[in-house]
């Protein structure tokens, strides 16, 4: 049988900052936020949403009356959600309309989550070839003003639909997986900032690649030559490239050039969004799938998960005949092409309002965020979403 995905989708908040700008307001070089972290945009989150409302926004678009008939799990990939309880997946299925014979849950591990999600739910597929899985990634990412982590924040949601018979992409069997302690990138239940050890947060995601692509080459005896392209998760989108490079040094030249070639599209969406932590790599594969026009049905797209702590993956799929067509590549370029930009000041100010924690009320106005699906307020700790 095959299983894989069917439909997917992204939304990323209205605003955004200009790299250079941030660059220049640090008193950094913009070329280390260009070319050394490779970002030019990054998503700011304002008020009005959060994992959830993202996550909302990034589905509601994509399923229909048929597909909320089929969908009775719905698996939720995050590392800022919202409540240390009750996962954001039961918001979700009530802001999109789900039916209530539905599992809802949320899975974590940094920004492996929602791979997690995703093989769960392969195998629950396998087992029940008529459900369909709905599967959320949505994080909002933030270091602190001025840290040296700044430069990767961002924020936004992909929503994936996986199911049988899938339109878009079928993910094969084969996969590496390993889980090794490390404390390179985690954030305390206490802190609504994370610690990030950069420097070997970067070596642990180098050398997870380098053991999951080697373990994968001597399992299935596969090479380069067998890709069309690989897509990464991407915390900047330096950081693939740092990982890929030194293997693509043997290698021969038109498939070497054809990997980079692919890595940089794979990179479009990512480099005007930031950091969306668990769903980095699904919008990479939505940058390359949407932004390249030379792939075709049966091109092999490996794919390289990555969540600090660390848990790492290296799983594969195939392109479906007529995938493009169930894509919503102008809607994706709308979104990005109307977002506004804001000046550092209004990014910091918006980065730092803060929820009320004490139970009181307040309310929020849609009008100044132009998404279905926003936080109108807050009463009694108990968030308050509205559906435009
Ligand atoms: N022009 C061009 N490139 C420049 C430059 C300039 N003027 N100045 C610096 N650079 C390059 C550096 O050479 C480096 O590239 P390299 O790694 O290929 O050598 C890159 O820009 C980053 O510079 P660096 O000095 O290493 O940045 P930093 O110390 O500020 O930290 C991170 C970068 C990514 C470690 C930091 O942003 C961070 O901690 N991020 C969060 C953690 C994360 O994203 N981890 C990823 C794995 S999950």
Redesign the pocket.
Known sequence: MKIGIDKIGFYAPHMYVDMVKLAEARGD?P??YT???GQDEMAVTPITQDTVTMAANAAHQLIDDKDREQIDYVIFGTETGIDHSKSAAIYVSRLLGLKKQVRAVETKQA?YGTTAAIQLAKGYIALNPESKVLILASDIAR?GLAT??E??QGSGAVAILLSQDPRIMTLEKETTFQTEDSM??WRPIYSDVAF?D??Y??D??IDFFADLWGEYKEKTKRDFADFAALCF?L??T??GE?ALKPHLENVAESVANQLTERYKTSTTYNRLVG?IYTGSLYLSLLSLIENDDNLAAGDRIGMFS?G?GSVGEFFTGILEEGYQDHLNTANHKALLANRKEVTIKEYEAEFLKELPTDGSTVEYSGDNDPADIYLAGITEHMRQYKNK
Request: proline share 7%; aromatic share 16%; charged share 25%.
């Open positions: 070089d070329l280390k070319k050394g972290i920004c270091y040296p982590g430069v990767t390179d990138f990030v950069g420097k947060s970067n642990r995601y998760h915390p900047y330096r950081m740092k950091n990555y600090s």
